[in-house]
């Protein structure tokens, strides 16, 4: 059971709008820490998508956007594209357990 | 730009301990500018962040794995180093080294990039 709660799984057809949920709690989320996200596709590694809770490292399509309120976060993918198939996990840190945790993930399929 | 390459042993023993080095270049670990990280991935399962180490040496470690883990560094050769000891089948998993970025006065709030490509361990008699 990991600290940070995502959706399994989510899906979207070409174009449209998707949405992935982070939940935390007040040791990690609500406390203040960041929350940064990763895309990795299939047989690679992880890869940055979002750092400290809405910024995109160059390279990003502005597709991709990230927001933060009160315990909870959420990745916003616009304009669904087959590329975007792929497992996404957010990040924060937890201050009970003294460690930077990850969402247990969450798979985009692209209908 | 830096990039990351673990090496190591694909096939540990149970009850040996794990050994994997990742090496650095594009950039130099003895700069200070960054922590250097270990994280793994059971097959088919989430993330899950071992440790980190600065150049000077200093080392901090995921309390879940605390007593089975050393991190070290070598910054003649630019690389830092993961073991792992007493390791179980639960120990299975792609092993990657990451680069720590942001403010290394504030490291909770930092983050992961780049990543090194991986590197599977299995332990299987």
């Known amino acids: 059971q990991s600290v940070l709660t995502q959706p399994p799984s989510v899906s979207g057809a070409p174009g449209q709008r998707v949405t992935i949920s982070c939940t935390g709690s007040?040791?990690?989320?609500?406390?203040?820490?960041?929350v940064h996200w990763y895309q990795q596709l299939p047989g690679t590694a992880p890869k940055l998508l979002i750092y400290?809770?809405?910024n995109r490292p160059s390279g990003v399509p502005d597709r991709f956007s990230g927001s933060k309120s009160g315990t909870s976060a959420s990745l916003a993918i616009t304009g669904l594209q087959a590329e975007d198939e792929a497992d996404y996990y957010c990040?924060?840190?937890?201050?009970?357990?003294?460690?930077?945790?990850f969402g247990g993930g969450t798979k985009l399929t692209v209908l | 730009q830096v990039q990351l390459q673990e090496s190591g042993p694909g096939l540990v023993k149970p009850s040996q301990t794990l050994s994997l080095t990742c090496t650095v270049s594009?950039?130099?670990?003895?700069?200070?500018?960054?922590?250097w990280s270990w994280i793994r991935q059971p097959p088919g399962k989430g993330l899950e962040w071992i440790g980190y180490?600065?150049?000077?040496?200093?080392?901090y470690y995921n309390p879940s794995l605390k007593s089975r883990v050393t991190i070290s560094v070598d910054t003649s050769k630019n690389q830092f180093s993961l073991k792992l000891s007493s390791v179980t089948a639960a120990d299975t998993a792609v092993y990657y080294c990451?680069?720590?970025?942001?403010?290394?006065?504030?490291?909770?709030?930092?983050?992961?990039?780049?990543w090194g490509q991986g590197t599977l361990v299995t332990v299987s008699s």
């Open positions: 990040q924060s840190y937890d201050s009970s357990l003294s460690a930077w945790v």
């Open positions: 990451a680069r720590v970025t942001g403010d290394t006065a504030m490291v909770e709030y930092n983050w992961f990039d780049p």
């Open positions: 007040s040791s990690n989320i609500g406390a203040g820490y960041d």
């Open positions: 400290v809770n809405s």
């Open positions: 180490i600065y150049y000077s040496g200093s080392t």
């Open positions: 594009g950039g130099s670990i003895r700069s200070g500018d960054y922590y």
